[in-house]
């Protein structure tokens, strides 16, 4: 079974420039989450998407919007890109079966932003 | 102060050492990932515990729920363990909190 995809792999705007990410999750897995993974903030969750719907939010400004498409891909959009915002963005897909118990998240390889 | 914390930050071992890192948390969590991030950012999922304790390879990961502490075992270190290993919690079931990471290196 094929891992978990984000594409592209490496990207590099300017400030004020928006970007979208795309993240390919494990085929059957409903759920995608991202986070961003910066040196001096570690790992810190952004949002959490299943059946195309926001379920959960981190603390980040609404800069960073997300979306679920059917097929369980996902893409998140950071408008008016800032310095702050290069980091590394990973994608974990889960299968979030019924029931609402807590399920194992497998990581796709990131995508590494750079803002100049 | 962190919601998880992970100590040591940083750890340097000789080749075939034991090597603990320890991930202390103080929310309620419905489970405990250990997590290991190899240069050039790729994460390896290790173990997902919600009790007790699992073993793979040279590997051992322990949970204590009710004290709130759980540890990650090497054992037999060998230098391609070399890498940043992170405990992360699930707080419900949506989202997960990370511990800032133990950086290991393991000399030959």
């Known amino acids: 079974k094929a891992g978990v995809t984000q594409t592209p792999r490496y990207l590099i705007k300017t400030r004020g420039q928006q970007v979208t990410l795309s993240c390919s999750p494990i085929?059957?897995?409903?759920?995608v989450s991202w986070y961003q993974q910066t040196p001096g903030q570690g790992l810190q969750f952004l949002f959490e998407y299943f059946s195309e719907t926001q379920r959960n939010k981190g603390n980040f400004p609404g800069r960073f919007s997300g979306r679920q498409f059917s097929n369980s891909r996902s893409e998140m959009n950071v408008s008016t890109l800032e310095l702050g915002d290069s980091a590394l963005y990973l994608c974990a897909s889960s299968l979030a079966l019924a029931g609402g118990n807590y399920n194992e998240q497998f990581f796709g390889p990131g995508t590494r932003l750079t803002v100049l | 102060k962190n919601e998880v914390e992970q100590s040591p930050q940083n750890l340097t071992a000789q080749e075939g050492e034991f090597i603990t890192i320890n991930c202390s948390y103080s929310v309620g969590i419905s489970a405990l990932h250990w997590l290991q991030q190899h240069p050039g950012g790729g994460i390896v999922s290790l173990f997902m515990l919600s009790s007790g304790k699992k073993k793979h390879g040279r590997l051992i990961a322990t949970i204590n729920i009710q004290e709130k502490h759980s540890s990650l075992h090497i054992t037999a270190s060998h230098p391609r363990d070399s890498a940043v290993y992170i405990c992360?919690?699930?707080?419900?079931?949506?989202?997960?909190?990370f511990g800032t990471g133990t950086r290991l290196k393991v000399l030959a």
């Open positions: 992360a919690v699930a707080e419900g079931t949506y989202k997960y909190i």
């Open positions: 085929s059957g897995h409903r759920s």
